[in-house]
């Protein structure tokens, strides 16, 4: 289960490997749903479904879905290890092609590859 303090450490752990915060949101009465969107080539984002309790890594495709922008899943945590923010941003990393080391101590990134 993850809650709000989970939201935020993303928040930071992503500005600390040096990403750019495009968009993010909190929503309490969607079960404590989240996600946050950073500026990547496409834009990818890490999601929280609080209702379903999972954890997944999105990015924007250029299809439309009902007149919205369509993404697709790229990652989703398979494991309770994996259910954990520090994984879901190493792995964005992974896909973003940003250095392991830009998330200093934050995360032990090699051991989890």
Request: with cysteine.
């Amino acid at each position: 289960m993850m809650g709000k303090v989970d939201f935020k450490h993303t928040r930071e752990l992503l500005v600390a490997a040096g990403l750019e915060i495009e968009k993010s949101r909190y929503d309490w009465e969607a079960f404590g749903s989240w996600y946050v969107t950073v500026r990547t080539a496409p834009l990818r984002r890490i999601v929280w479904d609080g209702k379903e309790g999972w954890l997944f890594i999105e990015e924007l495709t250029n299809r439309l879905f009902e007149g919205f922008p369509d993404w697709d899943t790229i990652w989703k945590a398979q494991t309770s290890d994996d259910q954990r923010v520090e994984r879901a941003v190493a792995k964005l990393c992974e896909f973003s092609g940003v250095a392991w080391d830009r998330l200093g101590s934050a995360a032990n990134l090699e051991s989890e590859s």
